[in-house]
Nanobody
Framework: QVQLVESGGGLVQAGGSLRLSCAASGVTLSSYYMGWFRQAPGKEREFVARINRSGSTTAYADSVKGRFTISRDNAKNTVYLQMNSLKPEDTAVYYC??????????????WGQGTQVTVSS
């Protein structure tokens, strides 16, 4: 059974940082591109960042470029999202996903349950 479990969310003040983790079981993450998505209240889920299998190539939404960094440790079967200079508009449930190679959600095969990030002003 494949499971992706996100952790590291929480409440932080604007300008602060959080590091999200996505740990996998039942699947070898090194076989997959990985992505992070987020869904704010009342909004559709949107792409945040993507990383290729080796970690050599990344892509980001314009809204987070320069502030967020996606990385992976294939030996630990874990993907990370370092979030710096957080803004209130970053408040959302953050999901990790495996399998897609682009920003298109439907391409991703496996999803985590999400972790809440709340940024106070």
């Amino acid at each position: 059974q494949v499971q992706l479990v996100e952790s590291g969310g929480g409440l932080v003040q604007a300008g602060g940082s959080l590091r999200l983790s996505c740990a996998a079981s039942g699947v070898t993450l090194s076989s997959y591109y990985m992505g992070w998505f987020r869904q704010a209240p009342g909004k559709e889920r949107e792409f945040v960042a993507r990383i290729n299998r080796s970690g050599s190539t990344t892509a980001y939404a314009d809204s987070v470029k320069g502030r967020f960094t996606i990385s992976r440790d294939n030996a630990k079967n874990t993907v990370y999202l370092q979030m710096n200079s957080l803004k209130p508009e970053d408040t959302a449930v953050y999901y990790c996903a495996a399998g897609g190679m682009t920003t298109i959600q439907n391409e991703y095969r496996y999803w985590g349950q999400g972790t809440q990030v709340t940024v106070s002003s």
